[in-house]
């Protein structure tokens, strides 16, 4: 017998599995990020979320991906939290693009790239990330995103870049002026967020030629940016993982035949491929 938990983790909310004889059982929390909690809240969260669920002396094992985890003292905190709750679990702290590899890649060589509220890449050789973009955030980089396309949707709004179609449609669903949207960029936390929010604004009037523009330059800037620059984008199957990946997939799908890339799957959450990933590697 088996007791185990997988934990998919964003800084907004974290997706938990708990997998007992093989019978999987779905956990939601706040996001765990050692970033915005301290090793007191994220134990007080754990105890809260399974208490009732388990005793915790069982679990055997914790595989924890999320964002932030490349910091060394932000894995130390998460660590202590989980240890703490769970005494006796084994414990694998990875990345979210960790999380991305192995749940399309499983045990297979291939590229793992990231496309939700920010985005990333790297090559995975069938066990780790050997070869990882360099990830410059929001501000400078994160190509691809929904922050980097949100971006560019606040931009043709303020610069009245939008035909009145679109001008008319943006003001009816956000009703927001210039001086609200800087406030929030500028003044408050997770301006990251905030932009990605402004994203769904290209989903909703697809086949308008300007919300197309924005989303084919925004996601050729990522393969340009990135995949152009793996030698190993030409010699494996490339995946994506995320929201945003997943609402535009067939851009994505289009891209990878003008770079000349073969394309992998495209899924919205690793959970699933995590899942089958630790069944397969018990």
């Known amino acids: ?18 997998v007992q004889n093989k019978k999987h059982q779905l956990v939601r929390t706040i996001g765990m990020s050692p970033y915005f909690l301290s090793t007191e809240s ?10 009732k669920k388990i005793n915790p002396n069982q679990i055997q094992a914790v595989y924890f991906y999320g964002t932030g985890l490349s910091n060394p003292s932000n894995v130390t905190s998460l660590k202590k939290a989980l240890k703490t709750v ?19 890649c499983q045990q297979q060589k291939g590229i793992a790239c990231i496309m ?4 990333n890449t790297g090559f995975y050789n069938g066990k780790k990330i ?39 449609s943006f003001q009816k ?31 909703e009037h697809r086949g308008h030629y300007m919300i197309e523009n924005i989303i084919e330059d925004g996601l050729n800037d990522f393969f340009y940016t990135h995949l152009n620059k793996l030698n190993e984008s030409w010699l494996y ?35 699933q491929g995590l899942i089958v990933y630790h069944q397969n590697t018990k």
């Not at 800084?11 to 708990?18: K, M, R, V």
């Not at 939700?116 to 985005?119: E, L, V």
């Not at 408050?188 to 989903?203: G, H």
């Not at 990946?245 to 990878?256: E, P, R, T, W």
Request: charged fraction near 20%; glycine fraction near 8%; charge should be neutral.
């Open 237 to 271: 199957p490339i995946h994506f993982v995320g929201s945003v990946a997943f609402a535009f997939k067939d851009v994505i799908k289009q891209l990878a035949l003008v770079y000349e890339m073969e394309l992998g799957s495209i899924i919205k959450s690793p959970m």
């Open 1 to 18: 017998m088996s007791t185990y938990l997988i934990a998919d983790s964003g800084a907004t909310n974290c997706q938990w599995t708990l």
């Open 173 to 203: 669903k956000y009703q927001l002026d210039k001086s609200e949207i800087l406030n929030k960029i500028y003044r408050e936390p997770l301006p990251n967020r905030y932009l990605a929010s402004f994203a769904t604004f290209l989903s």
């Open 130 to 168: 050997t070869k990882n973009s360099p990830g410059l955030g929001y501000v400078l980089g994160d190509e691809g995103s929904g922050a980097y396309l949100g971006k560019k949707v606040l931009q043709y709004f303020l610069y009245h870049t939008f035909d009145e179609e679109l001008m008319l």
């Open 42 to 51: 994220m134990i007080e969260i754990l105890q809260k979320a399974f208490a």
């Open 86 to 104: 769970f005494p006796k679990a084994k414990l694998d702290i990875q990345t979210d693009l960790v999380a991305a590899a192995r749940a399309t």
């Open 116 to 119: 939700g509220t920010g985005s």
